[in-house]
């Protein structure tokens, strides 16, 4: 009898042991997976777990593919130009949109936008484009030596650097006589860097500044026919 009340005790202490380690290991894999843990802890259930993981990876690669499209979106939407401060040129084969950095140079940018709603710029030449290198503009006299009738602008040199697609002011040698004309490099120029004031960043259509012709010689300024203008230049928020 007191064999046969050891063998019983043993028994229970056994089926008491595999059904609190399966609850542990339900609790486990709820943790993990932000769901609930299976409802049947017997072997069969355990032996689909490795199809269950497989479903539970696809879920979660579902779940973030979608968290990574919203914020894409979201991202994209953040980065949203400012229409006060983007500029459009429109050039022969299409418009350049520009984003404007009054951050950055404030005088310039607010020069830009005044020369802009003034219709300054529009059909104004790129009197000199060096391959490779930039485009230059913004002279009414479409020889490099002009500019508009509104006094020349201090220096505002920044850290931010010359890549491709930067807009710079050109200037005479005295840093602070930039007033209308400026760059827009086809490449990444940083000898420049800290020498010419950035104002501005190609944000679509860099495709149609690499298409300006290019001038003759090392200075950019023979061409063999007319040189190609900025048909219209315009503020996004003017419409």
Known sequence: MRFLITILVVVAIAVFGLVYGSVQIGQLFSGDRGGNAPS?????????????????????????????????????????????????????????????????????????????????????????????????????????????????????????????????????????????QFFIMFAEGSFLNGQYTVFGQVQSGMEFVDNITKGAGQNGTSFAGEPDTMIAVSIAADG
């Open 40 to 180: 049947d802890a017997s072997p069969a259930a355990s032996s689909t777990s490795s199809d269950q993981d497989a479903a539970y990876l696809s879920d979660q690669t579902s779940s973030t593919s979608a968290d990574a499209l919203t914020g894409l979106a979201t991202t994209q939407e953040t980065i949203a130009l400012d229409p006060e401060n983007t500029l459009n040129i429109q050039l022969k084969d299409g418009t350049v949109v520009i984003e404007l950095l009054p951050d950055v140079a404030p005088l310039h940018v607010a020069r830009i936008k005044e020369l802009t709603r003034q219709g300054f710029y529009n059909g104004i030449k790129f009197h000199r484009v060096i391959d490779g290198f930039m485009a230059q503009t913004g002279d009414p006299r479409g020889d490099g030596t002009g500019g508009s009738e509104l006094p020349d602008l201090p220096a505002e040199f920044s850290s931010v650097p010359f890549e491709r697609g930067t807009l710079g002011m050109a200037r005479a040698q005295n840093p602070n006589s930039a007033n209308s």
